[in-house]
């Protein structure tokens, strides 16, 4: 039997016989199911639990299935995607519950092909989970599970999504799994952009094209990455750096549906799904008037905040094991965490997030001699230094979070040599963005502290 936690089937069906080959069967197909073979104990189950997909016989020993599926209703219950079973005589009964929103059914008997069909259609997000290992959740806290729920949900709808949250938390991530929901029936395109690591000058043809001879160097055509994202997705990462001239354009393109390359006089229809992401405060910069209202109110339709890794510690033994798991696939060296180590990274704020997490996790495996991991491997070695002990008594959370955040980046320049492009990089924001961050912290260029502060 699968938890609740895995999002996976609640399959509730008396028949010992059909009960027993549909679960072997979901099992064998990587999907993850709960049995049920009464009302009373499924009904236990959805109350405690997320599932991803309820498939429910109508016919049941202590009950009627579709009366479980409207008491979840009624109780506002988010239900998951529901498929019934049912015998040619309850077949109106069905339909029924099909105009309550149910996603359909299937008529006794049937094989267990017509039954995956179904399913895929009913519940894309199931199969974009079972799509690998390691891919399947964006992290086991309950903050991230009820964001995957959220992204499943808009996954049905196409909208734009703005994804906002720190540098680090997975941005990425969570614009790759939505796009999985979105097309698990057919492979679509997934192209990415960082708006603030393209030159001003340049973001328009990157974006929208260019007719030979538009400007000096376009010899040729070139498709920009509305068009070559097709029916697919296209994830803009740190829209607040982009210019606010581009901004306007951008604007146009998410109204009218359709771009026009540079040098061009067609407009060019667009499929593609946005979505859009950003560690700035944008209401802040609408007010400042860094950034327009008009394309902010178009881009947020649906937002979703993503956490930082401190406020969710279940997550960061989950990633460091993911990141080991892969370290293993790519390199062929197993490495394991000591429960010392486990303590240690568990109590660290982790400023930089996911990513500081796998370049700490990376470090560490590399750098080992046995492959046990113990909290020595990530403070030497060439792994990151040990955590600043010199001011123990902050004056509170957001002092200590910027002692932090300021020793992460004296850290990353050391090791840079005090090339602040280089140190940008690796922390994965712009220079722009990390020269602001060390003036808001006192630094100087080195990374030593101004006096003073």
């Not at 999002?7 to 027993?20: F, K, P, S, Y």
């Not at 460091?320 to 660290?348: I, M, Q, S, V």
Request: include cysteine.
């Amino acid at each position: 039997m699968s938890s609740a936690g895995d999002l996976g089937i609640c399959l509730v069906e008396d028949d010992a016989i059909m009960g027993e080959a549909l679960s072997q069967f979901f099992l064998l197909e990587d999907l993850p199911c709960d049995w049920f073979r009464t009302l009373a104990s499924a009904r236990a189950a959805l109350h405690s639990g997320q599932y991803c997909a309820l498939v429910s016989d109508i016919r049941l020993p202590d009950g009627n299935g579709g009366d479980l599926y409207r008491e979840l209703l009624h109780e506002g219950i988010a239900a998951p995607p529901t498929l019934f079973i049912t015998a040619y005589g309850s077949v109106s009964q069905a339909v029924e519950l099909l105009q309550q929103g149910a996603r359909d059914y299937i008529t006794k008997p049937f094989e267990p092909d017509e039954l995956m069909v179904k399913l895929r259609r009913a519940c894309p997000a199931l199969f974009a989970q079972a799509s690998g290992p390691g891919d399947r959740v964006l992290g086991i806290s309950p903050a991230m599970r009820r964001i995957e729920r959220t992204l499943e949900r808009v996954a049905q709808h196409r909208v734009p999504v703005l994804l906002t949250g720190e540098s680090g938390v997975g941005k990425e991530y969570a614009a790759r799994y939505l796009h999985r929901c979105r097309n698990a029936l057919a492979p679509a395109p997934f192209l990415a952009l960082n708006c603030a690591a393209v030159p001003e000058d340049l973001i328009e043809a990157e974006l929208f094209g260019a007719e030979r001879g538009a400007f000096t160097g376009a010899i040729t055509t070139r498709r920009g990455l509305f068009e070559q994202a097709g029916a697919g997705t296209l994830f803009l990462d740190e829209v607040g750096d982009m210019p606010l001239a581009m901004q306007a354009k951008m604007l146009r393109a998410v109204q009218e549906h359709s771009v026009r390359r540079i040098g061009g006089t067609e407009d060019i229809p667009i499929q593609a799904q946005l979505i859009w992401a950003t560690n700035c405060d944008l209401e802040k910069r609408v007010a400042q008037g860094r950034f327009r209202a008009d394309l902010y109110f178009r881009m947020s339709t649906i937002q979703v905040d993503l956490p930082p890794l401190r406020e969710r510690p279940e997550d960061i033994l989950w990633f460091a094991r993911k990141f080991l798991d892969a370290f293993a696939r790519e390199n062929g060296r197993h490495c394991c965490l000591t429960p010392r180590a486990e303590r240690y990274l568990t109590a660290r704020p982790w400023p930089g997030n996911v990513r500081a997490l796998k370049q700490a996790v990376d470090r560490a495996a590399i750098f080992s001699d046995s492959g046990i991991l113990e909290p020595d491997n990530f403070v030497a070695g060439g792994a990151i230094g040990a955590m600043p002990t010199d001011r123990p008594h902050a004056e509170g959370l957001k002092d200590y979070l910027a002692d932090c955040e300021r020793w992460y980046i004296r850290e990353v320049l050391k090791r840079c040599g005090g090339r602040v492009g280089e140190a940008a990089e690796a922390l994965g924001i712009s220079r722009k963005s990390l020269w602001e961050r060390m003036n808001r912290l006192g630094m100087e260029r080195g990374g030593s502290e101004r006096s003073g502060t």
